[in-house]
């Protein structure tokens, strides 16, 4: 089992979730949602989401194009990005930020281990975390149901500075993210 001490609880994983969730999802996975349930951790910037809910409102901006075509949500990040499980892939971020995608590991386990192990460091390297410990000392700790978004958004001329970071729904950024720059196809 994995020790996650930086852990925020926000709500537990409802039954009917992790049962509709097994056996499409790692076993890591699951242990996390039974144990800890939906919320933060690695210093607040990672959130353990419900797959549901964002396959039902971001499912058409994940733009899962290749191997299997499957792409179920597992987390989010403090910078409005999504992380995938993909079984012909492991572990996938899409980072609509930078209008990339980057793998994460060949299972959620493997890539919050190395998050517990390697902190900002490893944030820094996958996920491109640098400003987001500035944006919280400049604008305050996130809701858990928000991110800092770019105002306007890089992909639009916006400029990667803290004081461009706003808080925004995440659910509603990754939607404006995808229909004004496309989605990321991978």
Known sequence: MIEI???LPHGPVEPE???????????DLVEIWERYGYG?????????????VYEDEVGDCIGKTQGDGIAIPIMVTG????????????????????GR?????SKPGTFIRLTLMDG????SRTLNWDIFPEAVAAHGDLPY?????FVPLLSMGGQAKVEKLHKRKTIASIQVAA???GVIGH
């Open 40 to 52: 933060t951790f690695g210093e607040g910037f990672l959130r353990v989401i419900n797959p549901k």
């Open 145 to 149: 149901d928000e991110s800092f978004i």
């Open 5 to 7: 001490a930086d852990f």
């Open 179 to 181: 229909d004004l720059q």
């Open 17 to 27: 979730v992790i049962e509709a969730y097994r056996g499409r999802v790692p076993d």
């Open 101 to 105: 995608v980057h793998g994460l590991g």
């Open 79 to 98: 910078l409005g990005d999504l992380i995938t499980w993909e079984p012909s892939l492991g572990v996938v971020a899409i980072l609509y930020r930078e």
């Open 120 to 123: 900002a460091f490893h944030l």
